[in-house]
């Protein structure tokens, strides 16, 4: 299915029809992250598509503003082989961050202009961005995405890959990495587990570090650096894209992005008692699905039921346990 070229990228932005997982780490299936580009070059880089002719990508995987060389692939699944639903633009400008300090790794942030529009379909779209001031708090779950090495020292993976992470809060990544260089800024952020084993690696470089938001997918991070791939408490960093709203913005004159504005500490006294599928005033009768959204079941030595006061913890009767 091909969408109206006319249609807006912030009205379709992060909306995956074909992707309906929740836990991964696995080969994606195709149309799961109709955002995702493929860059060959001098490198491989990932990237993810803003709008119809706007890549977003890192700053890091060009050298030089020279767009000689370059090709994009949009909705591939495979380096090799078939790919039915792909298609093919070539670069026709570069802009990396004018403040990018390759040393440092900061503002490792480009925008790639396209050399043509590309229409938008179920394995071609948008994702969209956190938008400045966003909060995305320690421990939110976020996927990452590419074709980078499947290992450490390992090779590139044919399939595109996908694999959830959490977050790590900015504070507890700096003291992970503080005997290593770079460190880390607030344009920064970082995602992996304590124990390592699911991470971005080589060749993913530049590509998207997605969340869901509601019915939505935001991208929260761009691929940046690593210390090795998914080593023990070494997350890997991202460029925070809620930092590059006025940047990004200042350079797209036309259909621009979708911003989402992203907290994920919302506090619990903000929407308790909230039911929005319930509609009733009085009653005794079956309840519809989500008319009571706070009611838990709470099965183990005997049955109970219990109330969710908030994120993680849920008030019932002292009976209901012998212990």
């Known amino acids: 299915m091909v969408l109206k070229a006319d249609k807006k990228s912030k009205k379709i932005c992060g909306t995956a029809p074909l992707n309906s997982r929740i836990v991964g780490g696995q ?10 580009v493929n860059l060959i070059g001098p490198v491989l880089c ?25 090709t994009i692939y ?3 699944q ?4 078939s790919n039915p639903n792909e298609v093919s633009r070539t670069v026709a400008e570069i802009i990396r961050h004018p403040n990018y300090d390759d040393s440092t790794k900061e503002n490792d942030m480009a925008l790639l202009r396209l050399s043509s529009a590309v229409p938008f379909t179920d394995y071609i ?4 961005l956190a938008a ?7 421990g939110t779950d976020s996927w990452v995405t590419g074709w980078g090495d499947t290992e450490e020292g390992g090779s590139l993976s044919n399939v595109l890959q996908e694999v959830e992470v959490p977050v790590v809060g900015n504070e507890q990544c700096a003291d992970l990495l503080q005997s290593l260089l770079p460190p880390i800024t607030e344009d920064m952020m970082c995602a992996g587990l304590p124990d390592g084993g699911k991470d971005s690696c ?38 925070m894209v809620s930092q590059y709203e006025d940047w990004i913005d200042s350079h797209i004159r036309s259909d621009p992005p979708g911003f989402v504005s992203v907290n994920t500490e919302i506090a619990s006294a903000d929407i308790c008692g909230t039911a929005p599928l319930n509609s009733r005033i009085v009653g005794g009768e079956d309840a519809t699905a989500g008319g009571w959204p706070w009611q838990v079941n709470l099965l183990g030595d005997s049955l109970c039921g219990g109330s969710l006061i ?14």
């Open 27 to 36: 080969d994606a299936t195709a149309g799961s992250w109709p955002w995702q």
């Open 46 to 70: 990932g990237g993810s598509l803003i709008n119809k002719e706007w890549v977003l990508s890192a700053a890091h995987c060009f050298k030089s503003d020279s767009t000689s060389g370059w």
């Open 74 to 76: 949009l909705g591939r």
């Open 78 to 81: 495979s380096l090799a082989g």
């Open 125 to 128: 779209r948008p994702v969209c």
């Open 132 to 138: 400045s001031g966003s909060i995305i708090s320690q």
């Open 202 to 239: 080589q060749g993913d470089s530049g590509g998207p570090l997605v969340m869901a938001v509601g019915i939505k997918w935001v991208q929260s991070g761009v691929v940046s650096f690593g210390f090795g791939c998914a080593r023990p408490n070494l997350p890997g960093v991202y460029a």
């Open 310 to 323: 908030n994120k993680e913890w849920v008030l019932s009767a002292a009976h209901c346990f012998k212990r």
